[in-house]
């Protein structure tokens, strides 16, 4: 007879222990450490090789340019690429304190900005530096492909920019200053006289008599100044005068001629200088004027006349006299 109850029997498998799991754990994590550094020294060991399949080298454009240059002075670069490929050329080059350029058209080309030139291979420029001395100028050509595709070719070259130079003057001694010194009057040869006597008049100076101190002072006389007159009378010829006389017209109200008493005979070239004084002075002004009489053989500078003017009238008159 069946057994109405039948028992089953489950069957447990075993588990793993804790220290079994750590292993495994620890195990994976080496493995991926491993994994890891092997990637990376694998990538370093093929950098050169990938770099060679991956990195084209850049064209180079030759480009040509003067070693030197100067401010305001015009130079020219040119340049030369062989491509197949259409395109453009611009023009690079650097910032300097002090620096600009411009083309040959007269504009200016900023610096630090790809200045485009189109598809011409030389470009005339003109710097201007304001700087003492010099200054490096790097420049840069690039070649722009029309399709965006093709690689760009570029070149480069450094000028040396000087200061416009300036011409200095040759100094000179400077001259020796000189200490003002009174002029000197040119020497007058002596006069020779010849032939027989001669007398002449000149009137030096018209003026005033000094009431304090007697003198002669030349001015213009005034109210209640006493008038007075100087005048010379030499001998010019080549012989000694006689005795002469000389007669002289004061421009006082009644018009008053002085007549001379006989004068001493003058010698070759000597001179006198006489002065003659007045008052009662015509307030309208007058002539004052000379004349001289005696042995003469020459009349002609025998006479001499000079204006006053008026305003010298002084109510007591003085007798006129010569001294």
Request: charged share 10%; with cysteine; hydrophobic share 40%.
């Amino acid at each position: 007879m069946a057994d109405a109850n039948p028992q089953h029997v489950v069957v447990e498998e075993p588990r793993a222990g804790l220290f079994s799991n750590i292993v495994a754990v620890v195990g994976l994590i080496i493995l991926i450490v491993i994994v890891i550094w092997g990637l990376l020294h694998l990538a370093s060991l093929s950098r050169g090789w990938l770099s060679f399949l991956f990195n084209r080298a850049v064209a180079k454009v030759e480009v040509t340019a003067p070693a030197n240059a100067t401010s305001s002075i015009p130079f020219s670069i040119s340049w030369k690429y062989s491509t197949s490929e259409k395109g453009n050329y611009a023009f690079l080059y650097q910032c300097r304190a002090g620096l600009s350029l411009k083309a040959g058209s007269g504009a200016s080309i900023p610096c630090g900005a790809a200045y485009t030139v189109g598809g011409t291979t030389s470009l005339s420029m003109t710097p201007t530096f304001a700087g003492a001395t010099s200054t490096s100028l790097p420049i840069t050509v690039i070649f722009l492909p029309s399709a965006t595709t093709s690689p760009q070719a570029q070149g480069s070259a450094t000028i040396a920019v000087h200061a416009a130079s300036v011409s200095t003057p040759t100094p000179t001694a400077p001259e020796t200053p000189t200490t003002p010194s009174t002029p000197v009057k040119p020497a007058v040869s002596a006069p020779v006289y010849r032939g027989p006597a001669d007398l002449s008049v000149r009137i030096l100076n018209i003026g005033v008599i000094d009431p304090y101190s007697g003198q002669f002072v030349n001015r213009v006389p005034g109210p209640n100044d006493v008038a007075a007159a100087q005048f010379d009378i030499a001998n010019e010829g080549g012989s000694a005068s006689g005795t002469y006389y000389f007669t002289a017209t004061l421009p006082t109200m009644s018009g008053y001629v002085y007549s001379s008493p006989a004068q001493a005979p003058l010698g070759v070239g000597s001179h006198v200088l006489s002065t003659l004084r007045w008052s009662d002075g015509n307030p309208g002004g007058g002539t004052f004027s000379v004349s001289i009489t005696g042995s003469d053989s020459n009349s002609s500078n025998n006479y001499a006349s000079r204006w006053i003017s008026g305003g010298y009238y002084v109510p007591q008159p003085y007798y006129p006299y010569q001294y």
